[in-house]
């Protein structure tokens, strides 16, 4: 399976802290994407990272990716409730015309 | 605005029935795609279309059917053969993958989703 499996399954942390999700895959990419979905709602798109970068940032968050170790991470800084959601990493594996979906980390932010 | 609208929000299938479910866009998007959201899963793939008049089954098509008649449009049946088909149902839309093997795929602009319960 192509499928990017996200560590932790859920993380709990308060207001103004860090909050870190980590993403691996199997086979070679062409780019890792990061997605976020609030409760009973799409998807989101947050972010992209083609397989020739190691480093992107957006506003408050931060990803990086290590090909070599197939595996990515989402760093959100400085972290709000309005944070609060699942996120999910999608893999774009070379030869293939899809996306393929991890299970999601959901992230509590409290207030 | 631009974007992707699915209805109904909620729908309720009874026994041996089909039902489909809309999902229009106004991104002038050449592909779109039905994914089956579990509670606590990820997403998995069911149908897309790279462009009009043509689709492809994803990972779990069976019990599911498809049309793309139109480029705003790609309505997603679900036939009595698919016995169970509560879940969360959402429809995405990209521009064209017609190069995505040399550039990867694009970001995917998502639809509220269809909730689908059996009665």
């Known amino acids: 399976s192509q499928q990017g499996e996200e560590d932790p399954q859920a993380l709990s942390i308060q207001e103004g802290e860090n909050a870190t999700m980590n993403c691996s895959y199997k086979?070679?990419?062409?780019?890792l994407q990061w997605y976020r979905q609030n409760s009973g709602r799409g998807l989101v798109h947050l972010i992209l990272i083609r397989s020739n970068e190691r480093e992107k940032h957006s506003g408050r968050l931060r990803v990086t990716l290590d090909t070599s170790k197939k595996s990515s991470s989402l760093l959100i800084t400085a972290s709000r409730a309005a944070d609060t959601a699942s996120y999910f990493c999608a893999t774009d594996a070379r030869g293939y015309s899809t996306l393929t979906f991890g299970k999601g980390t959901m992230l509590l932010v409290s207030p | 605005d631009g974007g992707i609208t699915q209805s109904p929000k909620y729908l309720f299938r009874k026994e041996g029935q089909n039902v489909t479910l809309s999902c229009e866009q106004n991104l002038n998007h050449d592909a779109m795609y039905w994914y089956r959201q579990d509670p606590g899963q990820g997403l998995r793939l069911i149908y897309y279309?790279?462009?009009?008049?043509?689709?492809q089954k994803g990972d779990i098509a069976e019990g599911y059917s498809v049309s793309r008649e139109k480029k705003e449009s790609f309505p997603l049946t679900v036939t009595s053969a698919q016995k169970n088909p509560t879940a969360f149902y959402l429809c995405?839309?990209?521009?064209?993958?017609?190069?995505?093997?040399?550039?990867?795929?694009?970001?995917?602009?998502f639809g509220d989703g269809t909730r689908l319960s059996i009665l």
């Open positions: 086979t070679s990419i062409n780019n």
């Open positions: 995405a839309s990209s521009i064209s993958v017609g190069q995505g093997l040399l550039l990867g795929n694009q970001p995917q602009h």
């Open positions: 279309s790279q462009i009009v008049n043509d689709f």
